[in-house]
């Protein structure tokens, strides 16, 4: 019998020594772990929210494309901040990714105790076609 849950393991996503994967892929439906602006040449956490949060996106997009899909397909979005003050930096990395007012993922944005020094955190969950 195959397995039901399929890993999803990103290049420049990672958890560090945690083992946990960027995302997992059940049937159609996929979901993410904690997604971080970290640099995913370098591994570092670069001190700008801004970038950041533009980082954070691009990993959301590349774990999706990973699972078979597109932004297109994200249902749901979990935003996780340091400070509320970052949601002008997500609300514009959403605009981009997300242009079209009646074609949008849901979103919820938290303040966090985002340790050391993560600013920003996505999850997110996709239903693919």
């Known amino acids: 019998m195959g397995k039901r849950r399929h890993v999803l393991e990103v290049p420049g996503i990672s958890h560090g020594a945690n083992p946990i994967p960027a995302g997992v892929r059940i049937g159609n439906l996929v979901f993410s772990g904690g997604i971080m602006g ?31 899909g597109t932004t297109d ?22 605009l981009k990714y997300f242009p079209d007012a009646d074609d949008r993922p849901a979103r919820h944005t938290l303040r966090y105790d985002l340790p050391g020094n993560m600013l920003v955190q996505l999850q997110c969950i996709a239903v693919l076609p």
């Open 73 to 94: 397909d994200i249902a749901l979005v979990t935003v996780f901040v340091k400070d509320l003050a970052y949601r002008e930096h997500i609300n514009r990395e959403w």
């Open 38 to 68: 970290q640099d995913p040449e370098t591994g570092a956490m670069p001190p700008d929210p801004a970038r950041q949060a533009e980082l954070a996106f691009q990993a959301m997009q590349r774990l999706v494309e990973t699972a078979g």
